[in-house]
């Protein structure tokens, strides 16, 4: 069993950074992949990056490629998502989740969630 706790969410203006975190309990997080998903109002929820186990392997969606990172700290049992030039687009609710397996940008095969934490981006 794995939980999740995501943090560092909050308001910014367009162009700025935030650094989320995402703090999970268990021993075994070091053999989890992990993702971060966002849920933007009246959308879907969509992927936005993914992490291996040792964090040798990332992979992002097209429309934050180039501006957050992806990152773990196994010792620490977190994994962050360092996000820069922050567009009003960006704003939703952020999650993160755990996989066994590799990294996928497919919500299927996450065991795992958060329950969020908003971003706000303004213009």
């Known amino acids: 069993q794995v939980q999740l706790v995501e943090s560092g969410g909050g308001l910014v203006q367009a162009g700025g950074s935030l650094r989320l975190s995402c703090a999970a309990s268990?021993?075994?997080?070091?053999?989890?992949?992990m993702g971060w998903f966002r849920q933007a109002p009246g959308k879907e929820r969509e992927f936005v990056a993914t992490?291996?186990?040792?964090?040798?392997?990332?992979y992002y969606a097209d429309s934050v490629k180039g501006r957050f990172t992806i990152s773990r700290d196994n010792a620490k049992n977190t994994v962050y998502l360092q996000m820069n030039s922050l567009k009003p687009d960006d704003t939703a609710v952020y999650y993160c989740?755990?996989?066994?397996?590799?990294?996928?940008?497919?919500?299927?095969?996450?065991?795992?969630w958060g329950r969020g934490t908003q971003v706000t981006v303004s213009s």
């Open positions: 989740a755990a996989r066994a397996g590799g990294p996928s940008g497919l919500e299927y095969g996450y065991n795992y």
């Open positions: 992490i291996s186990w040792s964090g040798g392997s990332t």
């Open positions: 268990g021993r075994t997080f070091s053999s989890y992949a």
